[in-house]
């Protein structure tokens, strides 16, 4: 892979990666030897560096601990092609950036010479971390060689190799079984789509080295692109500590500047008011419908309204509006935005289900037994096929629209959430726990017992971790799975009223939620402490939600009879805040 100061000078041409097959042996094993015998010699010699006219030159001091850090930049350095300064710094440092043998090897396998490749593998095998390691990197070059006979057209070479060389081995069965099967094939092209391989001339013998790489310690050949991987994870790093970073992925090296460390300002984080959204009474809830393109915020006086959201222009325009006859309490969309459930703070005996498809709303149904329910949380399956609805009276209602409707009794309901294999219901109870239903098999069990009322949850994309509201208590993150509380949030104050809270930003890597000190809270998932509390609203912040898919505004509601939309600050054509009725 890499030559010496000399070689390079004499026969620039040969220093590339090398490409070939057996079919001109002669020519291969030249490039192979003067890719790599001349590398073997360079070395310290009595402290000096011997360089390969003869003359002296002064010896480098370099810490035993500095050798890796020279051997990754000088793999990279290669790989850019700068050959003479990597020649050159091999020779100022006194030592090779392989093993002598795996730089054989590489060659080798590059330039398709298998039994040069099979004998330095014999070499290397006292290398390999364990015996199954030897055997798995055996199998994968003489697996490479059996499929690049067929692909040449020389079926009884394959079969010899087939049959004498990989079936010994006896490892990797199920492959054994399909090998024979390629003999049968009629051309390359369909060899290498029944292979799921890219050939020979596909990056296919690359892909070879950075499997036997794997058994092989670091010490004797290098990890591919070592310099690249390190630069991504500090930045991944980076942008992971970044307190306002939110988007889905980690920025790519190519747009990036490494002379200074990944930082998002708070310019770009949604932190200001883009627009206030006028009601008539409290605004109780406010949910984004799962497109992202729709608002429904839910007031005191029954009111339900529904607004258009711009992403362009950070703005909602009102849509539509729908009079309830009870309080706004809990808004639930459909999967597919279609319709929205809604169900009232307290004396509610039914849940409304709107179609808003059309100019205007029309009632679609309703959810309730009897005039004596009390229906004050609601949910969709995932796949819109059942609404969830029940209260603190013991009524947990599963119904199928205009189908039918079951019962699970004597569950009192705080909250609760579909889970989207469509089968398992999460309910907070009056009894401090959260446990999952599943209605058609009739079983429940408890997620986590808790020492405080849920008054709220909400629930990662992923389904990982649960936020839980707590009565007088703030909010803390459970992991689902186990049940495990793993984040207690300080600062938001919950004493007396209902405060919503939810996920939000791209990967679900921040929490929002309401206060009764009127202010909005904002959190890093992982961190207790807020990174932002936003002032605006004049009195208690009761709800929020953040956009599912434009990560970059999320929408409050209070008393104040008012909604605010907030989002960066750094928008291109957007001036002062506005106002909506």
């Keep these: 892979m890499f030559t010496n100061g000399s070689s390079a000078s004499s026969n620039n041409n040969n220093t590339g990666s090398v490409v070939g097959d057996q079919s001109n042996n002669t020519t291969n094993e030249n490039i192979l030897a003067s890719n790599n015998l001349n590398t073997v010699k360079l070395a310290h010699q009595n402290g000096h560096n011997t360089s390969t006219n003869g003359n002296s030159s002064s010896s480098v001091i370099i810490p035993p601990h500095q050798l890796d850090t020279i051997r990754v930049i000088g793999q990279h350095l290669y790989e850019l092609g700068f050959r003479k300064t990597v020649d050159q710094l091999i020779t100022e440092a006194g030592s090779g950036l392989e093993h002598p043998l795996s730089l054989q090897l590489r060659a080798a396998i590059l330039a398709g010479l298998w039994d040069k490749a099979m004998s330095t593998f014999n070499e290397l095998c006292s290398m390999a971390t364990n015996d199954d390691g030897k ?15 067929l692909e040449k057209g020389d079926q009884m070479k394959a079969l010899v190799c087939l049959q004498s060389e990989i079936t010994p081995l006896q490892h990797c069965t199920s492959r054994l079984h ?80 490494l002379l200074e460390d990944h930082s998002c300002g708070r310019e770009s984080f949604p932190a200001e008011t883009k627009q206030i959204l006028e009601h008539q009474d409290e605004v109780l809830d406010c949910k984004w419908s799962h497109s992202g393109l729709f608002l429904a915020t839910g007031a005191g006086d029954g009111s339900l309204y529904i607004w258009r959201y711009n992403p362009q222009r950070h703005q909602l325009v009102e849509d539509k509006l729908v009079s309830i006859q009870y309080a706004v309490g809990q808004i639930a969309w459909s999967p597919d935005d279609t319709m929205i459930a809604v169900c009232g703070v307290e004396k509610c005996p039914e849940v409304v289900i709107w179609d808003i498809t059309g100019a205007e709303a029309e009632m679609k149904c309703k959810i309730s037994k009897s005039p004596e329910d009390l229906l004050t949380c609601c949910i969709w399956s995932p796949d819109g096929r059942y609404v ?14 205009n189908v039918t409707m079951t019962n699970w009794e004597g569950v009192r309901l705080q909250a609760v959430l579909a889970l989207r294999d469509n089968m398992t219901v999460l309910a907070a109870d009056s009894h401090k726990r959260v446990r999952a239903y599943k209605f058609d098999d009739n079983i429940d069990e408890t997620i986590c017992d808790l020492e405080h009322q849920v008054v709220h949850m909400a629930i ?12 007088r208590q703030g909010m803390i993150l459970v992991e689902l799975e186990t049940g495990t509380t793993v984040e207690k949030y300080h600062g938001t104050i919950q004493a007396d009223y209902q405060i919503n809270s939810s996920f939000g930003g791209a990967n679900d890597e921040f929490v929002v939620s309401g206060s009764e000190d009127n202010m909005v809270y904002v959190y890093r998932r992982e961190c207790s ?37 907030w989002a960066p600050s750094a928008v291109p054509g957007r001036g002062r805040t506005s106002r909506s009725r």
Excluded at 228 to 235: G, N, S, T
Excluded at 540 to 552: G, L, Q, T
């Design 135 to 149: 055997k798995e990197m055996k199998y994968l070059i003489l697996e490479q060689k059996y499929l690049e006979l």
């Design 178 to 257: 399909i090998l024979p099967s390629y003999l049968m094939l009629n051309s390359p092209d369909e060899l290498r789509t029944e292979a799921s391989w890219s050939g020979s001339e596909g990056g296919s013998r690359q892909q070879l080295i950075n499997k036997i790489q794997a058994f092989l310690p670091t010490s004797v050949m290098l990890p591919p692109n070592r310099l690249e991987i390190l630069l991504k994870q500090a930045l991944t790093y980076q942008t992971e500590k970044c307190v306002f970073h939110n988007h889905s992925t980690t920025p790519s090296l190519a747009n990036i500047s």
């Design 529 to 565: 402490t807020p990174i932002l509390k936003l002032a605006g609203h004049a009195r208690i912040v009761s709800c929020v939600s953040w956009n599912p898919v434009f990560h970059d505004c999320f929408v409050s509601g209070s008393d104040d009879r008012t909604g605010r939309l």
């Design 460 to 471: 990662t994309k992923d389904e990982k971790y649960l936020l839980l509201t707590l009565a």
């Design 388 to 401: 969830y609805a029940g209260g603190l009276l013991g009524q947990f209602y599963r119904y199928e629209l």
